[in-house]
């Protein structure tokens, strides 16, 4: 009787993945690992465009842009909810950042593709799928997979340079995009679309990121055009220029900066 007591009375491994407790976590929250699950797919497509090992680039770069919008659409509809025919529902739509790189991925589906496109959304996936993988391992439990702990600890380490990467890539594809419509890569109307979907990054309430890069772009060049080497021309040239992109900011950011906080 004794052994028998000890036998059934011991306890169960410890350290070993809680295969479970997982299989729970992904009944519980199906749409969190379903867009988990895309974002990794982003990731093995833009994979498959820079090194087109798997098949054609060019249909690699338009599944980015529609797993991207796949994703965009379950954010919305997580902080959202139901389509609502009503203004208030189409101002609180217009105010996500969900709802922008939904439209980022409609500009683009319909434009000759461009590496540059894709490094927003390569680089969005790949810092929310670090932070739910983190999730992930902690369910199968703490000592769990240590190396990928640790690329995703650098991940998270680097997040701000990536959200700042991400904001000078979201501002340069602005030019770039007048140059794509000039080149007939894109239709002419694309910078205009382009300018509104930059003008509501701008004036983001939750996300910063574009307005601080306008800011550092902005006294970088107006820096340079003090520099006693710079020549008049060119001093003149930049400062035309930051003032027409002045000029272009919505004002009311600029008149509510307490949003910022």
Same mark, same amino acid.
């Given at each position: ?17 809680n295969?479970?407790?997982?299989k ?18 982003v990731f ?21 842009? +529609?797993?991207? $919008?796949?994703?965009?659409? %379950?954010? #919305?509809?997580?902080? @959202? &909810? ?30 000759a ?10 680089l969005?996936? +790949?810092?929310h $799928?670090?932070?739910?993988? %983190?999730? #992930?391992?902690?369910? @199968? &439990? ?20 990536i ?9 340069i ?47 970088m060049?107006?820096n ?38």
């Amino acid at each position: 009787m004794a052994d028998s007591t000890t036998t059934n009375s011991a306890p169960p491994q410890q350290g070993g993945p809680n295969f479970n407790a997982l299989k729970e976590h992904f009944i519980a929250h199906k749409i969190d690992c379903g867009l988990w699950a895309i974002r990794l797919l982003v990731f093995l497509f833009s994979f498959g465009y820079f090194i087109p090992i798997f098949g054609q680039a060019q249909s690699a770069y338009y599944k980015v842009l +529609i797993a991207n $919008a796949a994703i965009s659409a %379950l954010r #919305l509809h997580q902080r @959202l &909810g139901r389509v609502q025919l009503s203004r208030q529902f189409l101002a609180e739509l217009i105010q996500e950042d969900s709802a922008h790189y939904l439209f980022y991925s409609l500009i683009f589906l319909y434009v000759a593709p461009a590496t540059l496109v894709l490094i927003p959304v390569l680089l969005f996936a +790949i810092l929310h $799928a670090s932070s739910y993988s %983190l999730t #992930l391992l902690d369910t @199968l &439990g703490q000592n769990s997979w240590w190396g990928c702990r640790l690329l995703i600890s650098f991940v998270e380490f680097q997040s701000l340079n990536i959200l700042r990467l991400v904001s000078l890539s979201e501002i340069i594809l602005m030019p770039y995009t007048v140059i794509m419509a000039l080149s007939g890569k894109a239709g002419l109307l694309t910078p205009f679309i382009y300018y509104n979907f930059l003008s509501q990054r701008y004036a983001s309430r939750r996300n910063p990121y574009t307005r601080n890069m306008f800011r550092e772009l902005r006294v970088m060049f107006e820096n340079l055009a003090k520099k006693p080497r710079t020549p008049e021309i060119i001093r003149t040239a930049i400062l035309g220029i930051v003032a027409f992109v002045c000029k272009l900011s919505p004002q009311t950011v600029q008149a509510t900066p307490q949003q910022q906080q």
